[in-house]
Nanobody
Framework: QVQLVESGGGLVQPGGSLRLSCAAS????????MSWHRQAPGKERELVAR???????NYADSVKGRFTISRDNAKNTVYLQMNSPKPEDTAIYYC?????????WGQGTQVTVSS
């Protein structure tokens, strides 16, 4: 069955950096688009970034220029590099299968941006 396991979350200072990882299994990873989403307390879950199987990327305006999504098909892993995070980036971050629509979700990893 499809499994997505996020890691790398934690506490980061504003202006710092953090890299999230999502290890995938149970499907042919190289054939599938992937995405990162986040949900802050009291807010709806929102798309952060997504990447096609060929490596094309798309970002939410709020993170464009600061976050980078990438994938390593040899490791069945998708990454989210978070540079210059802001307090408003604090949320639970989820990876998911799919580019145009979500198929499966990971369990999420908490990211807290605070000094």
């Amino acid at each position: 069955q499809v499994q997505l396991v996020e890691s790398g979350g934690g506490l980061v200072q504003p202006g710092g950096s953090l890299r999230l990882s999502c290890a995938a299994s149970g499907f042919t990873f190289s054939n599938v688009g992937m995405s990162w989403h986040r949900q802050a307390p009291g807010k709806e879950r929102e798309l952060v970034a997504r990447i096609t199987s060929a490596g094309a990327t798309n970002y939410a305006d709020s993170v464009k220029g600061r976050f980078t999504i990438s994938r390593d098909n040899a490791k069945n892993t998708v990454y989210l590099q978070m540079n210059s995070p802001k307090p408003e980036d604090t949320a639970i971050y989820y990876c998911a299968t799919g580019f145009w629509s979500v198929g499966n979700w990971g369990q999420g990893t908490q990211v807290t941006v605070s000094s």
